[in-house]
């Protein structure tokens, strides 16, 4: 078999094709998910009164010039979603409660901070609709592997964290 022309992905019946990894640790995940995401409600919370507190701070010692970073409280979510999904543990407090992690499905790799902060930002756009979050948890509901939708636009994967 010859190899596939540049701009070309390999054919699946190539010899050297891996499919997908499994996913059975992600299976019947979204309760642990839920109860997380209940979780991580307190603890963005703390992370936003401790953002607040640095940012009046600054304003003080900076004659009231820091009180701009007002404007970043409001993202305080995707910061704390993107500071600890991105990081070496690949999971927000509640999910380490819960004993998940975040991954990339096919290499088990890890997930960098800009696609945990996308991540989180499709998550809480598709829970301020009804029908985006409606659609994204039928996709959890429906699929075998407990992905939901915003899981699949990015590919990644929350699984059980042993």
């Known amino acids: 078999m010859q190899s596939p022309r540049p701009g070309y992905a390999p054919r699946y019946d190539a010899p ?10 992600a299976r019947g995940s979204l309760g642990a998910r839920f109860c997380a995401y209940l979780l991580d409600i307190v603890f963005i919370f703390g992370f936003s ?25 409001p993202a305080s979510g995707i910061i704390y979603s993107a500071i600890t ?4 543990r690949q999971s ?3 999910m380490r409660m819960m004993g998940l992690r975040v991954v990339a499905p096919e290499s088990g790799r890890t997930v960098d901070m800009l696609t945990a902060a996308v991540h989180a930002l499709l998550f809480y756009v598709a829970i301020t ?23 699949l636009l990015l590919g990644l994967a929350v699984v059980r964290a042993g």
């Open 16 to 25: 050297g094709y891996l499919p997908p990894m499994p996913l059975p640790a």
């Open 49 to 73: 009164m401790l953002l607040w507190l640095a940012i009046a701070v600054i304003g003080l010692v900076t004659f009231g010039l820091g009180w701009t970073l007002f404007a970043v409280l």
């Open 85 to 88: 999904v991105g990081g070496s």
């Open 92 to 94: 927000t407090l509640g």
């Open 129 to 151: 609709t009804f029908l985006l979050w409606f659609v994204d948890m039928m996709f959890g509901l429906v699929r075998s592997d407990r992905r939901l939708g915003h899981d």
